[in-house]
């Protein structure tokens, strides 16, 4: 297998602090399978044949015994990992800070696995459907055919808020605004509830929201140059802190800056199939529920098979 095809960058370091444990690992399919399991397979039938699973060091281990062992026969299988003190430009993790540096810098952590290939990231421990990576899949021959390399050409698949909210507490969201396709600006949201729809936007203030918005659930594909300017973006981020314990860098805020500078353009795909996810642990009994009758509908094997 050659290094420089596109890749499926599985972000799998989250400490799960409000599940209650390591979400990433845990069963949801009827023999064990985790959600991880089922976006894989979705992402080798949509033709992805090399996987990068980002992770902690502490629980490389287990997670190479529980989860990679499975996928090395049919996949090429590597690691990265997110570490609270890799930082660029020689700076130094503050004291008390305990967790890693948030989304964008996970990304930014697999720079030296990806740095020929084109890459999609997904979270571990969110369920995106089949359509997803065939689509994720399709954007690469997209970035083949461009010729204007003025800006990052850029995709992001998204989902309708509405059906990204739990029953069981709030939630954090890129809430996206488009035109014509093309993203024009990510707002992170937090605190996000529903009945009636309601959350904190950037600047502290709680606003009513439609359900109706397009969010970003990290499901993103970029081309192999894009390191650099991530980067550069990380930087500026450890340089204007203002809470150093605390705060995270998020991957749509960063994509937000690039587009405001002019410097990328993020094309639009609207996923027409459902959401699932585990940010709590009441949430897993209805994740099972749906992923049993998506079996019953034969959109997967039980038990799940690789080959």
């Not at 989860?67 to 004291?95: M, R, T, W």
């Not at 083949?144 to 989902?159: E, P, R, Y």
């Not at 991957?251 to 993020?266: E, M």
Request: charged share 20%.
């Amino acid at each position: 297998m050659t290094s420089n095809q596109p890749a499926l960058l599985v972000l799998a370091a989250g400490m799960g602090s409000r599940y209650g444990g390591l979400k990433q690992l845990d069963p949801v399919g009827p023999n064990g399978e985790t959600i991880m399991d089922y976006s894989i397979y979705d992402a080798c039938r949509a033709g992805f044949k090399r996987v990068v699973f980002l992770i902690r060091e502490e629980i490389a281990e287990v997670f190479r015994e529980q989860v990679g062992s499975k996928y090395k026969e049919i996949l090429e299988v590597s690691y990265a990992f997110q570490e609270k003190n890799d930082l660029p430009n020689d700076h130094i993790c503050p004291v008390g800070r305990e967790r890693p540096w948030g989304t964008g810098q996970a990304v930014w952590s697999a720079r030296k696995v990806l740095k020929n290939s084109p890459f999609a990231v997904i979270n571990a421990d969110d369920f995106y459907g089949a359509e997803t990576f065939e689509v994720l899949y399709h954007q690469f021959s997209e970035f083949s055919k461009i010729t204007d390399k003025t800006n990052l050409c850029c995709a992001m698949v998204g989902f309708r808020l509405s059906e990204t909210l739990s029953d069981h507490g709030t939630v954090s969201r890129g809430i996206c605004q488009t035109e014509s396709g093309i993203l024009k600006n990510v707002e992170e949201w937090t605190a996000i509830q529903g009945h009636p729809i309601i959350g904190t936007d950037s600047t502290g203030g709680r606003r009513n929201l439609m359900g109706e918005e397009i969010v970003s659930m990290n499901v993103w594909a970029f081309p192999a140059d894009i390191f650099a300017l991530l980067e550069k973006s990380f930087v500026g981020f450890l340089n204007a802190l203002s809470d150093p314990v605390k705060e995270e860098f998020y991957l749509p805020s960063a994509v937000d800056q690039w587009i405001k500078k002019g410097l990328a353009q993020v094309q639009v795909r609207q996923a027409k199939c459902s959401w699932m996810g585990v940010t709590y642990q009441e949430d897993k009994s209805l994740v099972q529920e749906s992923i049993n009758q998506l079996i019953g509908e034969g959109l997967y094997k039980s038990p799940l098979i690789f080959n």
